[in-house]
């Protein structure tokens, strides 16, 4: 089965789009193989997979890991989401610029977004599902977010009155972490 790139947004954020075989069983996909993430240029190695479950209204983010660096390839397995990656990296053209995109149980897409990037979610279905792999262990020690809705970086969510965690509510601003000497490990 082949898994293709369907789209690239500020440079790295990719879109893939898995060859899904259906009939009325059901279906089966290859969402992850190495040789071919290999030859897409994409990581072939991934060390954590991490799955969640959120009700409508939810978002999640923007997360972000610095040490080990963390990459995260992202799918929703039940339900809808907008899933949503921004460029954080000092010196890249793109830095305070976002993706997003909806994706969903239906149409199976992916969205691999490397370490230097903030990536949150928010739920449009009654309940989702969000699996993703990851090239970073998570640390507590060296991850942080960006508040979702930091008007410098201007997301235009679906959603209006998103439920949030308290750390998700009180995250810092994109100018705030970038006057971190934290930050500085996310240059290009």
């Given at each position: ?64 890991q ?5 990459g ?22 793109h ?23 903030a ?6 279905s009654?309940?989702?599902e ?23 970086i ?16 009180d ?18």
């Amino acid at each position: 089965m082949q898994l293709s790139v369907l789209s690239k947004h500020l440079n790295d954020v990719i879109v893939i789009k898995p060859e899904v075989f259906e009939d009325e069983r059901g279906f089966f996909t290859e969402f992850y193989r190495a040789d071919q993430f290999k030859e897409l240029g994409l990581p072939d190695n991934f060390v954590q997979g991490n799955h969640s479950r959120s009700s409508k209204g939810v978002l999640r983010g923007l997360h972000f890991q610095w040490e080990p660096p963390m990459g995260k390839l992202m799918r929703v397995t039940f339900g809808s989401a907008f899933l949503v990656a921004v460029d954080i990296r000092k010196n890249s053209p793109h830095l305070g610029k976002w993706y997003g995109m909806e994706i969903n149980d239906k149409n199976k897409l992916e969205i691999w977004a490397p370490a230097g990037f903030a990536r949150g979610f928010c739920v449009l279905s009654d309940f989702a599902e969000i699996q993703y792999l990851t090239t970073g262990v998570y640390s507590n020690k060296a991850e942080s977010g960006i508040r979702w809705n930091d008007p410098a970086i201007g997301i235009e969510w679906p959603v209006k009155d998103p439920i949030l965690s308290n750390k998700d509510k009180d995250a810092q601003l994109l100018s705030e972490w970038l006057a971190k000497p934290d930050s500085e490990n996310f240059k290009i």
